[in-house]
């Protein structure tokens, strides 16, 4: 795939990092999981425990985010990543410390790479899946294979297409050798991100077949119980998992609910423990609420406006820098997303530490508002007197990073003052998304969101011709610069491309770029020891309600 | 006999047959597919295309509408493309239960305050109860659903904390629970229909209150409530029934609405889902389901003509 290439060399600056940290190396299971806590940032998990955390009991959640199948290597939601997460493990699984994202072991105990193109991972001893079978290293294989084989047609294949084979060392070792170099694979191993590396029962997925999605077993701290179509699904405790002790929940009962207002009102009444997330404009009401805890943080995104340059009015860049120019973040910030996000002044967030310009609000760098400046581009442009491009949104609380509709509401002033006039089409997702990657838009709102890597946030979206630039912007030398970031591994060199690039990008204005947002987890208070994981967690293992 | 009832037969299957064709393209006309969706955004040309190919949606419209119909009227309803379950199992055992509940509760409520409200603001026509009926009638009928059950919620789910705000707990398993949980959304429903019938039993107790025949009931001295409800109500009924089974339609309508609110996983909500994700048969199972819902209502109401009209009895 077409995807690889940059994949590739992202993966040598992720791997460059894992080894430095040498986390691998770690001895027995109890060992594993101090030095996991270590990692995951002591204090953490140190207060979950001094709590002394109570067994037992049943969580009540309300999931409005979408859930399409559990089966982790064909499912395309977040809403289902996050049960997933809870039902499966991954060989690698992604940990927080409360400053940076990192990967550390799950089902692998410990990871080395002899050179830079084999991964050897000594495997859990005794792990069982939920139907009593061993998670041995012939059924690591067999799970690893099944997403990469094209007869099954994961969507997630592409992930392992540099795999040239897997070797089973001996019962409790697998040896993975690449053609390449692969730094993505830490995000490809994780159950959550990646999904390709999460480990799913052979003996089940031949039971099941297609319905495997709908009976999902795995290792993970709970075990599939039900689903009820367009209602519910549930969680049972899992009392043969790995991690000593985990999970306190005796179950899980997740409530599908398509209505948010419906489940803010359960939130706000106590009648669920907790929210799979919240858009927006309920999170000062929630926050307002003494019963109730909001975790959310800035995370790895962005919205934006992208506007089309392959037809007119926007295939002058003058038009478009107008547009970057006229937007008021502040005001998009404070009424768009109730102050729950950050002004973006380019693509690249602040959760990509190491990239994050803290100081680009000052610096002059990227794209701010500007009314002056607007109204001389636009006086610059080739389309002078009113225009009226066509301005497509989604509906729904998920378009835009949640604030898709609100947005252009606020941004259809701003533009009028520069002689714009787009024409709003509220969409439902189907059509918006046919419309989009048809090209048939003139403006359209999207968030690009989870991302862990510069490189991700930036390449396949922007680069020419690559498959999420639906607005066919096309910079040679733009395209240069991430190839050569992909390349380098010093990591402050590698800084300074993507500020080039990203200043080429932002100056070009195909988008405008509009927020970082934050993303939200509501719990009651009485529900302990949840760990917030800045990619859209909700992880229950550690859980237990007071 | 037979031969009107075989013509009674044919004729409905028939309305089935367009409004099937219908939904059918109408469904294939609304842009954006369901692949796109089920892939998400990690996906490659091939697997678009497999999948494409799998569900058979590079086949001809015409001859996917043909193979959908033969493997409908013999029951296979087939299986969703997301969830992969058995849509007839989905549908009539699944979500079915839930509206017809959810529907019959309304109508229960919808009568039990509807009909003595009409009776009300007939027999005290012009007083300030016939106005303060009307008023709740109309209102009830013009609040649209899903903005009252928002209302509903906010008050007794969350200021009050008397009922809860969402899920269904099936009546046949735990009978008290299932009504606690219906409550609201009952209500919310119901409300659209208290108004519809109100009005409809005023104005028809109206007209059979000044008709001879109470007078000579009053005449002979039969207490009050009797010549009401008894003598009076018996010719309502007819035109009661008559329209609340026209407006079936409505009612499922506002099932949509309520069942998405109140987040109950009946097959407004199923028809939702599949909409938004553009699962055609799943839609179209929901909407033959309603079509045959509605026929068969109208069906029962030209039953019970008979029962509520000795005249139209057959000898």
Known sequence: ?546 | MFQAASAKLAQTLLVLLIVSAASFAFLKLAPGDPVGIMLGSDYSKTSYDQLTHELGLDRPVVQQYGNWLADFVRGDWGTSYITNQDIFELAVMQALPVTLTLAALSLLIALVIGIPTGVMAALYRNSWADVLATTLAIGGNAFPSFYLGILLIWLFGVDLGWFPVLGFVAPWEDFWLGMWHLVLPAVTLGAWYVGLIARITRSSLLEVLGQPYILAARARGEPGWRVVWVHGMRNVLMPLVTVIGLQLGGMLRGAVMTEVVFALPGLGMMVTTAVLNREYIVVQAGIMLTGLLFVAVNLAVDQTYQFLDPRLRRR
């Open chain 1, 1 to 546: 795939m077409s995807e690889q290439s940059h994949k590739d060399k992202l993966a040598d600056v992720l791997a460059a990092g894992i080894n430095r940290r040498s986390f691998m190396k770690l001895m027995g299971s109890g060992a594993g999981l101090a030095a996991g806590s270590a990692i995951m940032g002591g204090s953490l998990v140190q207060s979950a425990m001094a709590a002394a955390p109570k067994r037992g009991g049943t969580i009540k959640l309300a999931w409005i985010d979408a859930v399409d199948t559990l089966d982790p290597h064909f499912t395309a939601s977040l809403g289902s990543v996050k049960i997933i997460n809870n039902v499966f493990n991954g060989l690698l699984k992604v940990a927080y410390d409360g400053q940076k994202v990192s990967f550390v072991p799950d089902l692998a105990e410990t990871w080395e790479m002899p050179d830079d193109k084999t991964h050897v991972f000594k495997l859990r001893k005794g792990v069982k899946f939920h139907n009593g079978d061993p998670c041995d290293a012939t059924a690591v294989k067999w799970s690893l294979e099944r997403v990469k084989d094209p007869a099954v047609g994961s969507p997630h294949a592409w992930k392992f297409e540099t795999l040239a084979g897997i070797d089973i060392v001996d019962e409790s070792t697998i040896r993975m050798r690449f053609s390449k170099p692969y730094a993505f694979l830490p995000v490809a191993l994780t159950g959550s991100t990646g999904r390709a590396g999460t480990i799913v029962s052979k003996r089940a997925v031949e039971q099941h077949g297609k319905a495997f999605g709908r009976n999902p077993v795995g290792t993970g701290p709970f075990k599939f119980a039900g689903w009820r179509e367009n209602e519910s699904i549930t969680l049972e405790r899992n009392p043969d998992y790995f991690e000593p002790g985990l999970p306190y929940l005796d179950g899980v009962q997740i409530l599908l609910i398509k209505e948010p207002t419906a489940a803010v009102a359960a939130m706000m009444s106590g009648q669920v423990d907790g929210m799979s997330l919240s858009p927006f404009q309920f999170i000062p009401q929630l926050k307002a609420n003494k019963n109730l805890k909001v975790y959310g943080e800035v995370e790895g995104n962005y919205s934006f406006v992208g506007m089309n340059n392959r037809r007119a009015p926007f295939d002058d860049p003058m038009m478009r820098k107008a547009v970057a120019a006229a937007i008021d973040r502040n005001v998009i910030v404070k009424q768009g997303y109730f102050d729950e996000a950050i002004p973006a002044y380019s693509c690249i967030s602040p959760p990509m530490t190491g990239f994050y310009d803290k100081n680009i609000g000052k610096s002059g760098r990227g794209q701010r508002f500007d009314l002056k400046k607007a109204m001389e581009y636009r006086k610059q442009s080739k389309y002078q007197g009113e225009v009226n491009p066509v301005y497509i949104v989604a509906q729904g609380f998920t378009g835009s990073g949640g604030s898709g509709t609100r947005n252009s509401q606020l941004i259809l002033p701003m533009l009028e003052k520069i002689g714009i006039k787009p024409k709003i089409e509220l969409l439902d997702r189907a059509v918006w998304t046919k419309r989009r990657n048809g090209g048939d838009f003139d403006m359209y709102d999207e968030a690009w969101i989870a991302d862990l890597d510069p490189d991700e946030t930036i390449y396949p979206e922007w680069h020419s011709g690559k498959p999420w630039n639906f607005v066919g912007y096309s910079n040679k030398e733009f395209d240069k610069l991430l190839s050569e970031a992909q390349d380098t591994l010093n990591q402050a060199t590698r800084k300074k491309l993507y500020d080039r690039a990203e200043d080429l990008l932002m100056a070009d204005a195909p988008l405008a770029v509009l927020a970082h947002m934050k993303v939200f987890k509501i719990l009651n208070k009485r529900v302990q020891g949840f760990q917030y994981i800045p990619v859209d967690l909700l992880n229950l293992h550690s859980v237990w309600l007071a």
